[in-house]
């Protein structure tokens, strides 16, 4: 009966010993993404363990009437898929700050700046070449905590993103 629950015990380790990935120490880039118009990110991921790592993004985006500026951090747990592929999962805020500038008509200063928070959240797959570049295509819902940058509170943004790893 030992030798069953040792066998069993030295498989059950061995299949999660198959799934273990070592993440990047760093890795810089960007991050093309579409929430409130067309923006780039630089991006920079730092491994904190095998499987954590957070990652910090610094970036713009504009639109026909907004211009915005945030950075970005999340807390990221990797897993691996198989081979060079993992998904990744994560958690996090940021700040930034917004310029608009809209005028319809006469009477009307549609001229507005500000700062707000954000929450976010952060889901995506990735896949690490044999060569130090990485790619990762991911999904990013951000909550604002500012009524004059958003009317709505909510912006989903999806996003490629290629990076160095060193």
Known sequence: MKKVFL???MLVGLAFSTQAQE???NALGLRLGDNDG???EVSYQRGLSGNNRLELDLGWR???HVDAYK?????QWVWNIEG???WYAGVGG???SYRYDY???PGFDGKDSGTFLLAAGDIGIEYLFDFPLQVSLDFRPELYFNDDYRDDNFAPDIALGLRYRF
């Open 7 to 9: 066998s069993a015990v």
């Open 23 to 25: 993440i990047s120490k």
């Open 38 to 40: 067309f923006g780039g």
């Open 62 to 64: 504009n639109s026909n």
């Open 71 to 75: 950075l970005t951090g999340t807390y």
């Open 84 to 86: 060079g592929f993992n």
């Open 94 to 96: 940021g700040i930034g």
């Open 103 to 105: 005028n319809p008509g």
